[in-house]
């Protein structure tokens, strides 16, 4: 089962990375073949040493023989790091110097104006945007919109301790942020009240406004803290139990409604998730082993569906401080109140580029948080990309997950970083304004210097990784 799930997130993750890379490098392909600039090769991933494919390969050119003298070389290398393009006259990933010795020629990179250079270089952030909106529009055109209104989370919301101390009671709903009305209910709400200045909740049929701190709130803390800042409530209902699990053995049963842990009263999982959330913190401090023995023993008060009396056991939780149950989740308890909205063709373009626009600024937003502690403890690569995809296949979920990939990584490859995409045009529009184009000897030190950073942050991406997984 695990393997399997493993297959299918990784499957995806390839399928994303490969229409990514191959539509990436085909903006900066196709505005070199418009203004007539040579391409030496296409590769999808990066083929150091060796590669996976060729169309120079002797047995395709014998099974193709015009594409022997075909002048660019398309290709799939064995690195899943991104792909390139060759391009005629140009340091880049390649890294090719000697080239750039012999005198300059028609066709090549450095023989076009910087306006055409420019649209060069820009070709492949400008078709990852574009692509992230058409997707975020055929999304709403196949699938339409579900939204729950704040308004019709009658429970209202879940505030851990870092809330309460600037305002939120339990109950509360944010309906405004600022004055303007909060549509619905999803993460961007994280986004806007970490920067809020004021926000108005709904407590017991009142507004009540809450003057948030000036400094405003750390985005990261509120989603990473265990309870979060805020969430639904949602009541403690099991909605299944794993067979074998600490749970099944006392005899919990899908349905049953947790209502005492540790002698302290249980009616929403916010509660559960505030008392183990304290256990965490116990275990984060270090303890010895008999306290771990100890704090794995969970006295808990529970009543399975349809019965009339409630039952009292100790559960002895897994070595990883579970139970074995799946909760019910606002999505199924509120399934009702959510409301659905389809989409025309032309009508979901607009609406596609509105919210393809909003993600973007909220991505770019969230950059800042990259250069704090936290932030860069964050910072993943395959493990954290893949585990963005669902563990069964689910072709909403996948375009939306690419399509937000997509805006990722053009607002990534414009960085003024050298070697990327955003370092080439910064030193163009540097050519455009003092009209002398940086030496090659600059350019390629230039490149030295991006690849190193790229590795660098390669480098922590992956240690991140392990560390989650590890520990």
Request: proline share 4%; with cysteine; hydrophobic share 50%.
């Amino acid at each position: 089962m695990i393997m399997s799930v493993f297959w299918i997130k990784a499957f995806q993750l390839i399928l994303c990375f490969a229409i990514l890379i191959v539509l990436h490098e085909g903006g900066h392909f196709f505005f070199s073949k418009l203004f007539g600039v040579r391409v030496e090769k296409f590769f999808m991933f990066f083929d150091y040493k060796f590669h996976l494919f060729s169309t120079k390969d002797k047995w395709f050119t014998r099974l193709f023989p015009k594409m022997k003298d075909n002048e660019t070389e398309y290709g799939i290398g064995w690195i899943p790091l991104g792909g390139y393009v060759k391009i005629a006259g140009m340091i880049d990933e390649s890294l090719d110097t000697e080239q750039m010795q012999q005198p300059v020629q028609p066709d090549e990179f450095r023989a076009k104006p910087v306006w055409q250079r420019f649209l060069i270089m820009v070709g492949g952030v400008l078709v990852n945007f574009l692509l992230a909106l058409f997707i975020y529009a055929m999304i709403l055109f196949v699938w339409g919109s579900n939204t729950l209104p704040m308004q019709n989370i009658h429970d209202g919301f879940a505030y851990n301790e870092m809330a309460e101390a600037i305002g939120f009671r339990d109950g509360d709903i944010p309906v405004k942020i600022d004055g303007k009305a909060i549509e619905g209910w999803d993460g961007s709400v994280y986004r806007a009240i970490s920067e809020a200045k004021t926000v108005t909740v709904l407590r017991e049929g009142h507004e009540i406004s809450i003057t948030m701190p000036e400094e405003g709130v750390n985005l990261l803390d509120m989603i990473e803290q265990d309870p979060r800042f805020l969430s639904v409530r949602v009541p403690s209902r099991v909605e299944s139990v794993m067979p074998e699990s600490p749970a099944a053995l006392v005899g919990m049963k899908s349905g049953a409604r947790i209502l005492a842990v540790e002698g302290q009263d249980v009616a929403w999982w916010g509660d559960f998730e505030q008392i183990m959330g304290r256990k965490a913190d116990i275990l984060a401090t270090g303890c010895s082993h008999a306290d771990s023995l100890r704090l794995r023993a969970l006295p808990i008060v529970f009543i399975n569906e349809g019965s009339a009396t409630a039952d009292t056991a100790v559960i002895t939780l897994t070595e990883g401080y579970q139970l074995g149950i799946t909760k019910l989740y606002y999505t199924q308890y509120y399934c009702d109140a959510v409301v659905h909205h389809d989409y025309g063709f032309w009508e979901s373009i607009p609406a596609g580029i509105t919210y393809g626009w909003e993600t973007l600024k909220g991505y770019v937003s969230d950059l800042k948080y990259i250069f704090t502690k936290k932030g860069a403890k964050s910072v993943g690569s395959f493990g954290t990309i893949g585990n963005l995809f669902p563990a069964t296949w689910n072709w909403e979920a996948f375009w939306n997950i690419t399509a937000f990939i997509s805006i990722i990584l053009a607002v990534m490859n414009i960085l003024p970083i050298p070697g990327l995409d955003g370092g080439h045009i910064f030193f163009l529009l540097v050519e455009a304004i003092t009209r002398r184009p940086p030496s090659d000897k600059f350019m390629e030190r230039a490149q030295y210097v991006g690849m190193a950073i790229l590795f660098a942050l390669m480098a922590l991406a992956l240690f991140n990784d392990a560390v989650k997984f590890l520990f």
